[in-house]
């Protein structure tokens, strides 16, 4: 595995690799990873001839309140944990190869980025938008690996890809769950043990979602009441930003679930912001 | 000649042409083909293996009182001069190939594209960074071509470019003039004879600025009145929108004139928006 950092070896790479006639397969990443970030590099290795992973916390989506400066960070073990899944290039460009000072042009998103986390984190999808498309542009890939778990971005981020027409298959890889349902996140390492007691109640909500809809109700209302009725009942320590059942492809609510229907939930526990979400079966 | 009406038919040139190791040159272009575009072809023609050649008149860059239903077209005669000038393909999407009905993404630029052209066309520049953003995705050229006679507009692509990092040289080509000195436009078809005689005025100040700065005056201001005082005298049916003396890839104001000043303009004669500027040589 080759350790890029610069914008232009990382594009002279992928001008190589399209002249040898040779697919990318890529996964963007802000590092600290986890199962779920593995899960997308093995699904790339399948997928594609060349691997590239980049690992770049990247600024522009965090918000002036939010957590940039504490988001944790352990670049030697991602770097080893790439290259067991196969990772061909690992790219991990600094702040200052990724943005001129003075640059002023940016991608965004006018309607499946208002809603969900959209709400509380004002110009989010903004920075994901504006640093996915520069890293589309940097690494030309034919397939994108994204995780559900972002289930929001990964919508959004279809949509700039059908919306700015860059020539790329994203494919949007399964939840990877701790042993006890908690969705995997970088940001699990904050969670202290009881507020990591407190967090298991999201999965066990969207749980309960899951077995309402499995048993015949298809209210979206009724649903998220249950579930609701769930977390204040059991997890007091969970303050809840939003759930929300929505089609999965446009985010926009529907009162009758579906299948595809996406059932997702934004909370805080401590000081830790957490996101989970189901897609439904029928 | 080869001509393209899909998206997926342009992309599958593209990538055919990049696995052949084949270079393409890229000029967009919104159709009514004068002497200025061929400029731009046969320029295209010289710097790449393959050439493409687009045509669309961009719905989004046309603000709602703006002459989009009158823009003049004459694809059959356009086409002929594509060939002429030595282009490979013609890419001419219908509107609805390039842009689906609940398109939601856009490119923005917050700086360049606030002054000048952009204070009286809201939204102008974002129509043209995201349908030049879409048409990049769709090409996929080594090298763009584009005039300077919309000195902004190459500004501000010459910014998405750079931050946006598409891997793209964009080469911008002097202003080709009518033998009068009018610059060439579409839509100087428009002018009645009374109006172009007008309209020459506007060449005429900036040959005036020109001489000015050739003579010693480096002051922005003393140039601009000078500028004004021969329009208002010689010109009552030039109704001046701006007169601009900026940095040429800042596009911010200098008070003083250096080798590299934009001196640009904006104007209505009659019914007719026409554009000219200079860049100062010293």
């Not at 990724?98 to 969900?116: C, I, K, P, Q, T």
């Not at 309402?212 to 249950?226: L, Q, Y």
């Amino acid at each position: 595995m080759e350790l890029i950092t610069t914008v232009s070896a990382m594009q002279s790479i992928s001008r190589k690799s399209g002249a040898a006639g040779k697919s990318i397969g890529f996964v963007p990443t802000m590092g600290f990873l986890h199962e779920g970030h593995l899960s997308l590099i093995k699904l790339a290795r399948r997928r594609a001839d060349v691997v590239v992973v980049s690992i770049f916390v990247n600024p522009r989506q965090f918000g002036p309140n939010e957590d940039l400066d504490r988001y944790p960070r352990d670049f030697e073990r991602d770097k080893a944990l790439c290259e067991v899944c196969g990772a061909d290039f690992l790219f991990f460009p600094p702040v200052e190869e990724m943005y001129v000072s003075d640059a002023s042009v940016f991608v965004d998103e006018s309607e499946l980025s208002a809603g969900l986390c959209g709400s509380s984190r004002d110009g989010h999808f903004r920075g994901v938008l504006t640093v996915v498309a520069k890293l589309f542009n940097m690494v030309d890939p034919q397939v994108a690996v994204f995780g559900q778990k972002d289930a929001q971005q990964a919508a959004v981020i279809k949509r700039m890809v059908r919306d700015l027409n860059f020539p790329i298959e994203i494919i949007v890889a399964p939840i990877v769950r701790e042993a006890d349902g908690l969705a995997m996140s970088s940001r699990n390492t904050f969670l202290k043990p009881e507020e990591r007691q407190q967090a298991l109640w999201l999965n066990k909500s969207l749980l309960l979602a899951e077995s309402m809809v499995k048993n015949g109700e298809n209210g979206g209302g009724a649903v998220e009441s249950a579930m609701r009725k769930l977390l204040a009942e059991n997890a007091p320590g969970v303050d809840l930003e939003y759930i929300a059942v929505v089609d999965s492809t446009s985010l926009k609510p529907q009162d009758t679930i579906v299948a595809g229907t996406l059932i997702a939930l934004a909370a805080r526990v401590g000081n830790t912001r957490l996101i989970d979400n189901i897609v439904v079966e029928m």
